[in-house]
């Protein structure tokens, strides 16, 4: 028997005055959205009948060796999932026919990270995603050779895995889910949901070779450390996000608080994020941002990281050196305006970048050229209305090995994923004084 978590009325499916509305919003703004064709080539890589997305944009989506992307497919994109809910695990070859080929299902699931399904780099043809235990309590990493069929587990849930895979990290995804159910998952109550900050949980290593993780950082201990910092480091503590350097020696984290039930101020933040960066095992933690404002980040290399954060120059997006005493760089302030999924290019040449919903209901895909310290719009997309804030369906856009970047939409009127391709439009770029 499934647990359920009983939905408020707020996060429950559209009425039907809502999906009207909903269908008349999208007829509109991709009406118009075909007066303003985007810069570079795009096509849709998913079917037209199903709600079909990748999840986030820091992930391996595509093998290299043989150019089949992943998916999550699921009934429904109204809701958040519950404890009964299943998304399809499939592949689509992006330069074959282009159908889903279905090799998993799992309840351990949500709309901005889908499974963390992604291929494993360790060049075994494997994948990795997440899925509840057998038993229905608690969940369970896999490890699943598509050649095959063969898998292996780990005796957790992992929220990064190292880009070789050999480590993962792992959180508390029932405490994440009732934090942002967004990104953690409804198949059971958080055990530890009354436990401010716990010291039997927090941040969790794997061993990708044996599934075995243990405790490297508890929330006790982070909660010693910024207790001193701010009265709201007082609330119940969580690692929202993790993700390890391109070497796995480190990794970083976002600790945060759950929202105060007392009153705040109008435009005040409902929690506090502090930015630690650790050694693999846990040690040497340093902190990088205080208590404040922190949100997306990529790892340019081993020792430096985008970030859109506090710093020296407001709230802005910074390339800050991981070390005791962190250096902040500023990036171009008159383009970067506001906050979005950041990443690198392979080559380190450009930044990779999106926006949430302009005042047009527009959400942009942009490519920096870091070299020429230029930015280019690459298109806009209407986004569509949704009843609760964690069922919507950001860009994430990703690289892909080839070049190409692919997305997420729901600008056609149903979750989707694209691939766009601005290679050529790059090497023009390239040409330009």
């Known amino acids: 028997m499934h647990l359920k978590r009983p939905l408020p009325a707020r996060l429950r499916p559209f009425s039907r005055r809502a999906l009207l509305a909903a269908t008349a919003f999208v007829a509109a703004h991709v009406l118009s959205a075909a007066e303003a064709p985007?810069?570079?080539?795009?096509?849709?890589?998913?079917?037209?009948?199903?709600?079909?997305?990748?999840?986030?944009?820091?992930?391996?989506?595509?093998?290299?060796?043989?150019?089949?992307?992943?998916?999550?497919?699921?009934?429904?994109?109204?809701?958040?999932?519950?404890?009964?809910?299943?998304?399809?695990?499939?592949?689509?070859?992006?330069?074959?026919?282009?159908?889903?080929?279905?090799?998993?299902?799992?309840?351990?699931?949500?709309?901005?990270?889908?499974?963390?399904?992604?291929?494993?780099?360790?060049g075994s043809g494997r994948v990795f995603y997440n899925d509840?235990?057998?038993?229905?309590?608690?969940?369970?990493?896999?490890?699943?050779?598509?050649?095959?069929?063969?898998?292996?587990?780990?005796?957790r849930a992992l929220a990064n895995v190292s880009r070789d895979g050999r480590w993962g990290l792992g959180v508390d995804f029932d405490r994440l889910h009732d934090f942002r159910p967004g990104y953690g998952y409804a198949a059971q109550p958080d055990p530890r949901a009354k436990v401010a900050h716990p010291d039997d949980d927090g941040v969790w290593l794997c061993?990708?070779?044996?599934?075995?993780?243990?405790?490297?950082?508890?929330?006790?201990?982070?909660?010693?450390?910024?207790?001193?910092?701010?009265?709201?480091?007082?609330?119940?503590?969580?690692?929202?996000?993790?993700?390890?350097?391109?070497?796995?020696?480190?990794?970083?984290?976002?600790l945060r608080n759950f929202p105060s039930t007392a009153p705040r101020a109008k435009g005040q933040s409902a929690w506090k994020t502090v930015v630690f960066t650790a050694a693999r095992d846990g040690s040497d933690v340093r902190l990088i941002v205080p208590p404040g404002y922190a949100s997306h980040y990529h790892w340019r290399d081993d020792a430096t990281l985008v970030f859109h954060c506090d710093g020296p120059k407001g709230s802005q997006l910074y390339?800050?050196?991981?070390?005791?005493?962190?250096?902040?760089?500023?990036?171009?302030?008159?383009?970067?305006?506001?906050?979005?999924?950041?990443?690198?290019?392979?080559?380190?040449?450009?930044?990779?970048?999106?926006?949430?919903?302009?005042?047009?209901?527009?959400?942009?895909?942009?490519?920096?050229?870091?070299?020429?310290?230029?930015?280019?719009?690459?298109?806009?997309?209407?986004?569509?209305?949704?009843?609760?804030?964690?069922?919507?369906?950001?860009?994430?856009?990703?690289?892909?090995?080839?070049?190409?970047?692919?997305?997420?939409?729901?600008?056609?009127?149903y979750r989707a994923f694209y691939v766009a391709d601005p290679r050529a439009q790059m090497q023009a770029w390239d040409q330009e004084p």
């Open 38 to 122: 985007p810069a570079v080539p795009i096509a849709r890589v998913s079917a037209a009948d199903a709600q079909m997305f990748y999840g986030y944009y820091d992930l391996p989506a595509v093998d290299t060796a043989t150019g089949r992307h992943l998916a999550n497919r699921v009934p429904f994109r109204d809701r958040l999932p519950t404890a009964a809910d299943e998304a399809e695990l499939g592949l689509i070859p992006l330069n074959g026919d282009g159908a889903f080929r279905p090799f998993a299902r799992t309840r351990a699931w949500n709309f901005q990270q889908g499974a963390l399904l992604q291929w494993l780099g360790d």
């Open 319 to 413: 390339e800050i050196t991981d070390a005791p005493t962190p250096v902040f760089v500023v990036f171009d302030p008159a383009f970067f305006l506001r906050d979005g999924h950041c990443s690198y290019s392979p080559d380190g040449r450009w930044m990779l970048y999106d926006s949430y919903p302009d005042a047009a209901k527009r959400q942009h895909l942009f490519l920096y050229d870091l070299k020429k310290k230029r930015g280019h719009d690459l298109g806009a997309f209407a986004a569509l209305p949704v009843p609760v804030i964690d069922i919507r369906c950001d860009l994430h856009p990703r690289w892909l090995p080839d070049g190409r970047i692919s997305f997420d939409s729901t600008h056609e009127g």
């Open 207 to 254: 061993d990708l070779r044996t599934g075995t993780s243990r405790l490297v950082l508890t929330l006790a201990a982070l909660y010693a450390r910024v207790a001193p910092l701010s009265p709201l480091m007082e609330e119940k503590l969580l690692v929202n996000h993790l993700t390890f350097n391109p070497s796995a020696t480190r990794f970083v984290f976002l």
């Open 132 to 155: 509840v235990s057998p038993d229905g309590h608690g969940y369970r990493g896999v490890l699943h050779d598509l050649a095959t069929g063969r898998r292996t587990f780990t005796d």
